[in-house]
């Protein structure tokens, strides 16, 4: 068992120790569960494309374990409905008035999977949750809990009966991740752990809590980025909007989801201070799945990676050295 980090231990302390709590179970990931700690901190949503059994669920269920919160699964199939996702009013006779009944989207953690096979009804239903992390229902709002996040899965390779994520959906996600297969000696490791000393995510004892979570994300808005970087953000994201290989670049809350990462991911390897590095390791998982490829990009095979990595390419990196 993990010992619970100091009330005076630093923020990257305290990362570490949820990291290495959630690594107890999804082993031989460690960049997909240290990216997938800052968007918790970066108050962000993420988008997991990969294929079944890689520990997708594992990953969601580990992380609300370890910060002590709460977490639902949603399986999205295609006679889900909106109500199923953010709950309803039912009659209740005996109060003679209507009662709210939550739905799964009430959670610190809600894991929605397969959220592509949902009708795009269902899939909107999420919108207005991920974006304003509330729900309105027969005129009535009900604020989600702190904090919220929703990591969603699809399937990359099985396309049959399913409904592709609409763009301003996809905008909403901060961060889009492949956990991919593990390497030979983590599967080996995991091979020998089952059975006998496996642990489970239900296992697994909080280092933290919902609140103090909360409230560290809250704290980062302090890590210093300059307004070189800054400008470094935003010529990245306008050499999206000019490229003539796609269709639609970066908007500005793509903008905002880059600055926001990059002060999450600073503070987790104990910097107060961004750095370029930081901008320019983020970017991929940030930005790709918000570009859209024009008709002549697709035929000629060209992707949002080739894209992405030409733009970090050829756009000047700030010295900030001077500062």
């Known amino acids: 068992m993990h010992a619970a980090p100091r009330p005076d231990a630093s923020f990257q302390d305290a990362f570490a120790a949820i990291a290495a709590q959630v690594e107890r179970v999804l082993r031989g990931k460690r960049r997909a569960v240290h990216l997938s700690l800052v968007c918790l901190f970066a108050e962000g949503h993420l988008l997991i494309e990969d294929v079944p059994g890689v520990g997708k669920t594992s990953l969601a269920k580990a992380i609300a374990r370890s910060i002590g919160g709460s977490w639902q699964r ?42 592509n096979r949902a009708s795009p009804k269902t899939q ?32 990359p390779i099985e396309l049959e009966g399913t409904y592709p994520l609409p763009e301003a959906q996809l905008d909403r996600f901060l961060l889009r991740l492949r956990i991919g297969y593990p390497d030979r000696d983590a599967e080996l490791a995991i091979l020998d752990a089952h059975g006998t000393t ?73 910097r107060a201070y961004v750095v370029p590095d930081d901008v320019k390791a983020l970017a991929p998982a940030v930005l790709e799945h918000r570009l859209i490829l024009s008709p002549e990009a697709l035929m000629r095979g060209v992707s949002a990676a080739d894209v992405l990595a030409s733009v970090l390419e050829h756009v000047p990196v700030p010295d900030t050295r001077r500062r």
Not at 74 to 103: K, Y
Not at 135 to 153: E, Q, S
């Open 124 to 155: 909107s239903a999420l919108l207005e949750a991920m974006e304003e992390r509330q729900v309105t229902v027969d005129g009535r709002t009900h604020p989600l809990p702190a904090p919220f996040m929703v990591i969603a899965t699809q399937n």
């Open 198 to 270: 496996e642990v489970s995510a239900e296992h697994l004892e909080p280092v933290t809590d919902a609140a103090t979570i909360a409230s560290w994300s809250r704290e980062l808005t302090r890590v210093h980025l300059a307004p070189e970087l800054k400008g470094y953000v935003v010529d990245l994201v306008d050499a999206t909007r000019r490229h003539r290989d796609l269709l639609l670049g970066v908007s500005t809350r793509g903008a905002l989801a880059l600055q926001r990462a990059a002060r999450a991911f600073a503070a987790s390897v104990g």
């Open 74 to 115: 949603i399986q999205f199939t295609p006679d889900l409905l909106p109500s199923d996702v953010t709950g309803t009013s039912v009659w209740d006779r005996a109060r003679g008035d209507f009662e709210f009944r939550p739905g799964g989207v009430f959670a610190n953690v809600v894991l929605a999977d397969e959220i």
